[in-house]
């Protein structure tokens, strides 16, 4: 079992739409991050957060520490938001490299 | 503005081939990342240095895969003999104090083995 899940695999939403990507963990975690991942290859770091909720223009990330889940949440979503998103986490203990989720690929259409 | 370079940014080699990679982390960040994506298992990491220094390597095969860092300015992947089963997309990531900060990726070295 991977440890660190996501869901969905797949989204096809129209523009407009509320858009959730949740994310599962199943191990101690120093930080948990959500990264984005475009058509053409290149990686982005959207968030990084230990606890609560962060806010990025239309994006907003949240963390359960002890539910161990995360979801990304997109708002008034826009076909420019077409990507991979990727969870992944630091694991606790000072492993400093990243675990990662298999992604979400969201497909927003005009 | 700042960004972490990765060198070359293609690469087609036969298998047996030694291949080299190459990457620029951001000025100033002490902590590089090496990370392989494939379709079939997604991002891993490999490797990882701190202020020059290798902390973690086991994501490695270590009888083809070396890393190092000569110095601040470049970190260095090398694969010799190179495989098929190598080819993937191989990126770099530099932080100043990761796991606590935000991680910067390279654009990536797409590496196919024939």
């Known amino acids: 079992k991977n440890e660190v899940e996501q869901s969905p695999q797949n989204l096809t939403a129209q523009e407009g739409e509320f858009i959730t990507i949740n994310c599962s963990y199943s191990?101690?975690?120093?930080?948990l991050h959500w990264l984005q991942q475009h058509p053409g290859g290149g990686i982005v770091s959207l968030f990084m957060l230990s606890s609560g909720k962060k806010k990025h223009g239309r994006l907003i990330a949240t963390i359960n520490i002890q539910e161990k889940h995360s979801s990304l949440h997109i708002t008034a979503s826009h076909p420019r938001d077409s990507a991979v998103y990727i969870c992944?986490?630091?694991?606790?203990?000072?492993?400093?490299?990243?675990?990662f989720g298999k992604g979400t690929h969201l497909i927003i259409q005009p | 503005d700042a960004r972490v370079t990765q060198t070359p940014r293609h690469k087609v080699t036969e298998m047996g081939q030694e291949v080299t990679m190459r990457c620029q982390p951001i000025l100033g960040h002490n902590t590089v990342f090496w990370y392989r994506q494939t379709m079939m298992q997604g991002l891993e990491l490999l490797a990882y240095f701190r202020n020059r220094a290798p902390l973690d390597d086991s994501g490695m095969p270590k009888d083809r895969f070396s890393a190092e860092m000569p110095d601040a300015t470049l970190a260095t992947l090398k694969i010799q003999p190179s495989e098929p089963r190598d080819s993937a997309v191989y990126f770099c990531a530099s932080g100043v104090r990761a796991p606590q900060d935000t991680q910067y990726f390279g654009p990536g070295t797409r590496l196919t083995v024939l």
């Open positions: 191990v101690g975690i120093s930080a």
């Open positions: 992944a986490v630091s694991k606790a203990g000072g492993a400093d490299g990243l675990t």
